[in-house]
């Protein structure tokens, strides 16, 4: 295989213009690479050729795209084979999820592949940003794309893994602040992506060396994204179980946290309700559907668990507060996952709601993110903040911006909030003369409004 350079006149497919893959597309194309983005969804494709962007929330994509598609760096199609034919990289970046048994489900990556390795070249580039279980590009991905292009992985073309570590809402920002991982499945490869990265990305001056870090195998790249979201999860698990402990001794386990994390070897993580999302509560289980895994992973499982279980323990504590929760009525904020994000997939809010009806609740859900109706589709009751009907109960699960400043003396009858973020000052709360129920932060208990207790 001939050896890679990248200048600014390379071209790059870009699959997948989601959350991450326009803000990558655009990333490559402030770099002056000619970018091309493929996406099943016509609709996508339209508002990307039109010079818009999809994705609310990304702090400069707006402009990014615009400036990418007014200057002819970048425009989109629905034909993932044709911008294949057309690119020297192409960056795989659509999600792969877990069925409800927990099995992954390849089927959306392993069409894309068959559809990339149709438009494959001698000499190019595939590199999988995409989180994927360990052995999963090589073994199955490269595999596939040898097999509709005819051509031979390695030889011909070259395939690398590279983790995408960013957070949406700040992803610019992440792009240049982390070094970017690199694992190919053979040397080349790796210097291949290594090469690319080099060109398409622009790091922070005080970002050392090596910006752009390559691991020994394609394996150990797929594995450090495991190894990242596998301890976030379980470090929320142990500190959920310190909530737990910090209830049942009345003591803030948020200032507990912060006063243990002032020891430099201390990095625990913040307890909630639940979590939620297409990364940190899938990849754990990418490591513990592994057939290599075996008891080595129990941690990992048990976090899982522990995790899961926290919408129910919220759940437990408004029940006991309230006294019952037969005939009650409780309004869910946030239909997200998580804060300021349109994005539901495995969100809290799914677990509470049933937690709360088997308890005999009426559930309300409102999400500034999602219309009354897109919300009745999803199976879950609107709930309308601008003519507010009387709830006897609030649980916050995502801290939407739009809620940052809520005035809770807005609710009629509401006695208990539940802020299963610990992001609400109590005081905002029990000045509107509501109880403050927070995870482990063992108050709410006195409070006179409160029938039962906690
Ligand atoms: N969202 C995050 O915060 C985040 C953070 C780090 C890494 N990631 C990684 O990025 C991946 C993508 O996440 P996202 O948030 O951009 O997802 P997303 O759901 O916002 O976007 C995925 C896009 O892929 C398109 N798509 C689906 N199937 C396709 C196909 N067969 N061919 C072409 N396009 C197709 C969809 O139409 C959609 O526009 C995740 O699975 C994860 O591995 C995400």
Redesign the pocket.
């Known amino acids: 295989m001939s050896d890679h350079s990248f200048t600014s006149n390379s071209r790059v497919a870009v ?7 326009l803000p990558l597309a655009a990333q490559y194309a402030s770099r002056g690479l000619t970018v091309i983005g ?4 016509p609709a ?1 494709v339209n508002t990307v050729n039109r010079g818009l962007s999809h994705v609310g929330g990304e702090p400069g994509l707006d402009d990014l795209v615009r400036d990418a598609v007014t200057a002819g760096r970048l425009r989109a199609t629905v034909d ?1 084979t044709a911008a294949t034919r057309d690119a020297d990289v192409i960056v795989v ?4 999820k877990v069925y409800e048994d927990g099995r992954v489900d390849f089927s ?1 990556i392993d ?2 592949t068959a ?1 990339v390795g149709r438009g494959l070249r001698p000499g190019v580039l595939v590199i999988y ?3 994927l279980p360990v052995g999963t590009t090589r073994n199955r991905l490269a595999r596939e794309l040898a097999e509709a292009s005819g051509l031979a992985a390695g030889r011909d073309f070259a395939v690398a893994f590279s983790p ?5 809402g700040r992803v610019f920002r992440d792009l240049r602040r982390y070094p970017k991982i690199v694992g190919g499945i053979d040397a080349a490869s790796g210097c291949a992506a290594e090469a690319f990265y080099r060109v398409a990305l622009e790091f922070d001056a005080e970002l050392p060396e090596p910006r752009v870090w390559v691991v020994g195998t394609v394996e150990a790249a797929e594995f450090t994204k495991l190894v990242e979201t596998t301890y976030r999860d379980v470090n929320i698990a142990l500190a959920n179980q310190f909530a737990r402990f910090a209830d049942a001794w009345q003591i803030d386990v948020d200032e507990v946290v912060s006063a243990a994390n002032s020891q430099p070897f201390s990095h625990v993580h913040r307890p909630g309700v639940g979590v939620g999302g ?2 940190i509560p899938v990849y754990p289980l990418f490591l513990l559907n592994d057939d290599r895994a075996g008891e080595s992973q129990s941690l990992a499982r048990m976090a899982r668990l522990e995790n899961d279980d926290m919408a129910d323990y919220g759940v437990q504590r408004i029940d006991r507060a309230l006294g019952g929760l037969a005939g009650q009525s409780v309004l869910i904020l946030g239909y997200s996952y998580r804060e300021n994000v349109r ?1 539901d997939y495995l969100s809290t809010t799914k677990r509470l709601v049933p937690a709360l009806s088997e308890r005999g609740a009426r559930v309300l859900v409102h999400d500034p993110h999602y219309s009354a109706a897109e919300l009745i589709e999803r199976g879950v009751a609107p709930y309308d903040l601008t003519r507010p009907e009387p709830v006897d109960g609030i649980v916050l699960q995502a801290l939407h911006r739009e809620y940052r400043d809520l005035d809770f003396r807005m609710f009629p009858r509401c006695r208990v909030v539940l802020d299963g973020r610990n992001a609400i000052d109590p005081a905002t709360v029990e000045s509107a003369g509501l109880a403050y129920i927070g995870i482990g932060r063992g108050n709410g208990s006195n409070h006179p409004r409160l029938r039962g207790s906690l």
């Open positions: 699959v997948g213009l989601g959350k991450i893959g493929a996406d099943t969804d996508v993932t970046i659509v999600p792969v959306s069409h894309v559809e940003e995409t989180t995408e570590r960013v957070y949406s297409h990364c994005e």
